[in-house]
């Protein structure tokens, strides 16, 4: 069956905000120092290459959701491709930080039953909600599909009478010829 892109995505470049303004700042203070010691003006290269290093970083992730699956690209010379099966997703949480939500973005964040990758972070996505929402769907349509349920157990439960002891399992005992 080949699978439909539903959605894809990269993260804003919002997330650089605070690095941009710092190297704007020691942009401008090695122009000023410039003008007293010219040989401040060799390090103007520095922050205009760490701005352009993180909007790489930032422009090359991907997020793609497709029928059956959630790839995240994620490199900037050297590329990783990781994908998380949908039916194995178990719980979405969508968070909207301030500074986030004064540009209409939010965080998505996934909790997984894979283990490589037990949570995953759609980080500054635009219309989270509405994204959000399609995974759901799509997680349901997948886990009917493969008939996937969830069962959550709890270590020290109370209603099941008591706990077990080391080595003892349902009346089971390790000790080989014992009952």
Not at 51 to 58: D, G, P, S
Not at 157 to 162: I, L, Q, R
Not at 170 to 179: A, K, Q
């Amino acid at each position: 069956m080949d699978q439909e892109i539903l959605w894809k995505g990269s993260p804003s470049q919002v997330l650089n905000l605070g690095v941009h303004v710092l190297a704007l700042l020691l942009i401008c203070g090695l122009g000023v120092g410039g003008m007293f010691f010219p040989l401040v003006w060799l390090a103007l290269p520095l922050p205009i290459l760490w701005m352009a290093w993180n909007y790489l970083k930032v422009r090359s992730r991907v997020f793609e959701l497709t029928s059956e699956r959630l790839r995240i690209y994620i490199g900037v010379f050297n590329q990783v491709i990781d994908e998380v099966e949908l039916y194995r997703v178990k719980d979405t949480t969508m968070e909207k930080p301030f500074t986030l939500r004064l540009f209409g973005l939010s965080n998505l964040q996934l909790e997984t039953s894979d283990r490589s990758h037990p949570h995953v972070l759609l980080e500054a996505v635009r219309d989270g909600q509405e994204l959000r929402e399609l995974l759901r769907k799509q997680v349901e349509y997948w886990r009917d599909r493969k008939r996937v349920r969830e069962v959550d157990f709890e270590e020290n439960s109370d209603a099941g009478g008591g706990s077990l002891s080391d080595g003892e399992m349902d009346g089971v005992s390790e000790t080989p010829g014992t009952p």
